[in-house]
């Protein structure tokens, strides 16, 4: 029993990072253990929101200390964010058209319907293999010219190619935007990508893909394919776009190199990860920051980091 509330105030630990309230079977779906029901975690809840000062709960929502603002907070959240699904799914008709996009999901603070007006929207992108770096040159360049370099409506920070979805570095953090994500186009994609990624179970035993909790946007996917793509990819046919995609992945090496030299390479390289199968830019380092705050708040109810 012990064991059951100390993971159930990890699970919710991690979600006061965003001040963000769970349900009782959100709780069971995050919880870093198995062999229970959902019937168990609901005795629990009840029982240590009763008797202890850490768990609170009002309309069936539980969270970390007098939070209460918490679940108008997520209310909003969740209103605001319906506004953002729309926006979410015009840009999605702009990045599918570009050459050899197969698939685009969404991350981020909208994947957990948890938007506020200054939130980016996040989009991942599935590429066709060896093409990856064609795809984000022009979707870069297309950003920047006619965007202008606009972050907030337009924010690709991860592309991977089809035949590189199992995502390498594993953490409660990286777990979570997996668990969470969301298909805009090729919701079949959405589910290889889960599947390669099924180590999430590691962190998240009684997770099951294809939750609408998890990876359901509340609207129907469109998943056809654009004719201007096809036509588009006749150019990059053959040795010239194989010879493109290398030239645009080494000059954007270079790029990351100089702009942020003040990082060394192996962090450089984490944080920019350039490889013929994946480009990941993250260089506000979010992950480290998320990841320092919860080992903070576990430790400081003596809970073991299980990283």
Not at 202 to 226: A, I, L
């Amino acid at each position: 029993m012990d064991n059951l509330k100390n993971n159930i105030l990890k699970t919710l630990l991690y979600y006061d990072i965003f001040r963000h309230p769970l349900k009782s079977d959100e709780i069971f779906s995050l919880l870093p253990q198995n062999s229970v029901t959902k019937n168990d975690i609901s005795n629990v809840l009840k029982q240590i929101s009763k008797e202890n000062q850490t768990v609170y709960s009002k309309d069936d929502y539980y969270f970390i200390g007098k939070n209460e603002n918490y679940i108008e907070l997520r209310r909003s959240r969740e209103m605001y964010s319906k506004k953002s699904w729309k926006t979410a799914r015009f840009i999605t008709h702009i990045i599918k058209r570009f050459p050899f996009v197969r698939a685009v999901f969404i991350t981020g603070s909208l994947s957990k319907n948890s938007s506020i007006p200054d939130s980016d929207l996040d989009f991942m992108v599935v590429t066709e293999k060896n093409r990856l770096w064609i795809s984000r040159t022009l979707l870069m360049l297309f950003k920047k010219i006619l965007l202008f370099n606009s972050h907030k409506y337009f924010c690709i920070n991860y592309f991977v190619s089809e035949d590189s979805l199992v995502i390498s570095e594993k953490n409660i953090f990286i777990a979570t935007e997996i668990a969470h994500i969301k298909s805009t186009f090729n919701s079949g994609m959405m589910f290889k990508f889960l599947e390669a990624n099924s180590w999430i179970k590691e962190f998240f035993p009684n997770y099951r893909t294809g939750d609408p909790y998890f990876n359901s946007s509340g609207f129907k996917v469109n998943n056809r394919k654009s004719y201007f793509q096809s036509i588009a990819e006749i150019i990059f046919m053959g040795k010239t776009g194989d010879k493109l995609d290398v030239n645009f992945r080494e000059k954007t090496i270079k790029h990351w190199n100089k702009k942020y030299s003040n990082y060394d390479k192996e962090e450089r390289e984490r944080l920019f990860t350039s490889t013929s199968g994946v480009s990941k830019t993250h260089p506000g380092n979010m992950q480290k920051v998320i990841l320092n705050n919860y080992r903070e708040r576990l430790k400081r109810f003596n809970l073991e980091w299980n990283e």
